[in-house]
Protein backbone atom coordinates (compact mmCIF):
# COMPACT_ATOMS: atom_id res chain seq x y z
CA UNK A 1 0.00 0.00 0.00
CA UNK A 2 1.30 3.55 -0.73
CA UNK A 3 0.10 6.95 -0.89
CA UNK A 4 1.80 8.97 -3.22
CA UNK A 5 1.45 13.16 -1.91
CA UNK A 6 2.77 15.78 -4.78
CA UNK A 7 2.34 19.41 -5.22
CA UNK A 8 4.13 21.26 -2.20
CA UNK A 9 6.49 24.26 -2.93
CA UNK A 10 6.96 27.50 -2.13
CA UNK A 11 4.02 30.20 -2.87
CA UNK A 12 3.67 33.63 -1.95
CA UNK A 13 0.88 34.76 0.59
CA UNK A 14 -2.29 35.19 -1.35
CA UNK A 15 -1.34 32.34 -3.27
CA UNK A 16 -2.58 28.72 -4.37
CA UNK A 17 -1.26 25.55 -4.16
CA UNK A 18 -3.03 21.87 -5.41
CA UNK A 19 -2.16 19.10 -3.62
CA UNK A 20 -2.63 15.36 -4.47
CA UNK A 21 -2.02 12.19 -3.59
CA UNK A 22 -2.26 9.39 -5.69
CA UNK A 23 -3.21 5.45 -4.19
CA UNK A 24 -2.03 2.58 -4.90
CA UNK A 25 -3.00 -1.15 -3.56
CA UNK A 26 -5.95 0.68 -1.48
CA UNK A 27 -9.06 2.00 -3.19
CA UNK A 28 -9.50 4.97 -1.65
CA UNK A 29 -13.70 5.04 -2.40
CA UNK A 30 -13.70 2.72 0.37
CA UNK A 31 -12.12 4.92 3.27
CA UNK A 32 -12.81 8.02 4.86
CA UNK A 33 -9.78 10.38 3.45
CA UNK A 34 -8.12 13.54 4.60
CA UNK A 35 -5.03 15.67 4.62
CA UNK A 36 -2.80 16.13 7.93
CA UNK A 37 -0.26 19.26 8.62
CA UNK A 38 2.75 19.53 10.64
CA UNK A 39 4.60 22.65 11.36
CA UNK A 40 8.12 22.24 12.86
CA UNK A 41 7.56 22.24 16.94
CA UNK A 42 4.00 21.08 16.71
CA UNK A 43 1.73 18.55 16.48
CA UNK A 44 0.17 17.18 13.30
CA UNK A 45 -3.70 18.20 12.74
CA UNK A 46 -6.36 17.57 10.66
CA UNK A 47 -6.79 20.31 7.79
CA UNK A 48 -9.87 18.72 5.92
CA UNK A 49 -11.42 15.49 5.80
CA UNK A 50 -14.18 13.46 3.24
CA UNK A 51 -16.11 10.56 4.99
CA UNK A 52 -18.14 7.73 2.49
CA UNK A 53 -21.43 7.36 2.08
CA UNK A 54 -22.66 10.51 2.63
CA UNK A 55 -19.47 12.36 1.08
CA UNK A 56 -19.70 15.03 3.69
CA UNK A 57 -16.47 17.42 4.16
CA UNK A 58 -14.99 18.70 7.09
CA UNK A 59 -12.48 21.25 7.66
CA UNK A 60 -10.08 22.80 10.16
CA UNK A 61 -11.97 26.35 11.23
CA UNK A 62 -8.72 27.87 9.84
CA UNK A 63 -9.06 26.83 6.83
CA UNK A 64 -12.75 26.84 5.85
CA UNK A 65 -13.43 29.00 2.53
CA UNK A 66 -9.91 28.79 1.64
CA UNK A 67 -9.39 24.69 1.35
CA UNK A 68 -11.00 22.34 -1.03
CA UNK A 69 -11.31 18.03 -0.58
CA UNK A 70 -12.02 16.04 -3.44
CA UNK A 71 -12.08 12.62 -4.22
CA UNK A 72 -10.92 11.33 -7.59
CA UNK A 73 -12.43 8.10 -7.68
CA UNK A 74 -11.96 7.04 -11.13
CA UNK A 75 -8.46 7.74 -10.71
CA UNK A 76 -7.77 6.89 -7.14
CA UNK A 77 -6.67 10.18 -5.77
CA UNK A 78 -7.60 12.91 -3.59
CA UNK A 79 -7.15 16.66 -3.76
CA UNK A 80 -6.21 19.56 -1.61
CA UNK A 81 -6.97 22.87 -3.13
CA UNK A 82 -5.52 25.61 -1.39
CA UNK A 83 -6.21 29.02 -1.79
CA UNK A 84 -5.58 32.40 -0.19
CA UNK A 85 -2.36 30.93 1.48
CA UNK A 86 -0.96 32.45 4.59
CA UNK A 87 2.55 31.71 6.13
CA UNK A 88 0.84 29.86 9.07
CA UNK A 89 -0.31 27.16 6.51
CA UNK A 90 3.58 26.83 6.06
CA UNK A 91 3.59 22.78 7.24
CA UNK A 92 4.85 19.08 5.87
CA UNK A 93 1.37 18.21 4.29
CA UNK A 94 0.25 14.07 4.33
CA UNK A 95 -2.62 12.42 2.74
CA UNK A 96 -4.19 9.60 5.10
CA UNK A 97 -6.80 7.06 4.55
CA UNK A 98 -9.03 4.92 6.98
CA UNK A 99 -12.03 4.44 8.90
CA UNK A 100 -15.26 5.47 7.45
CA UNK A 101 -16.02 8.90 9.47
CA UNK A 102 -14.32 11.66 10.06
CA UNK A 103 -14.01 14.18 13.38
CA UNK A 104 -15.82 17.72 13.32
CA UNK A 105 -12.51 19.45 13.20
CA UNK A 106 -11.02 18.44 9.60
CA UNK A 107 -9.23 15.01 10.64
CA UNK A 108 -10.32 11.01 10.41
CA UNK A 109 -11.10 9.61 13.65
CA UNK A 110 -8.64 6.52 12.35
CA UNK A 111 -6.08 6.57 10.13
CA UNK A 112 -5.07 3.21 8.17
CA UNK A 113 -2.57 4.49 5.57
CA UNK A 114 -0.07 7.82 5.60
CA UNK A 115 1.28 9.25 3.38
CA UNK A 116 4.69 10.97 3.21
CA UNK A 117 4.73 14.08 3.43
CA UNK A 118 4.90 17.08 1.12
CA UNK A 119 6.15 20.51 1.95
CA UNK A 120 4.27 23.64 2.09
CA UNK A 121 5.96 27.14 2.76
CA UNK A 122 4.13 30.30 2.42
CA UNK A 123 6.61 33.43 2.38
CA UNK A 124 7.20 36.84 0.52
Known amino acids: VQLQASGGGLVQPGGSLRLSCAASGVTLEYYAIGWFRQAPGKEREGVAC????????YYLDSVKGRFTISRGNAENTMTLEMNSLKPEDSAAYYCAAGGDYCSGYGGLIRVDYWGQGTQVTVSS
Open 50 to 57: IDIGYERS
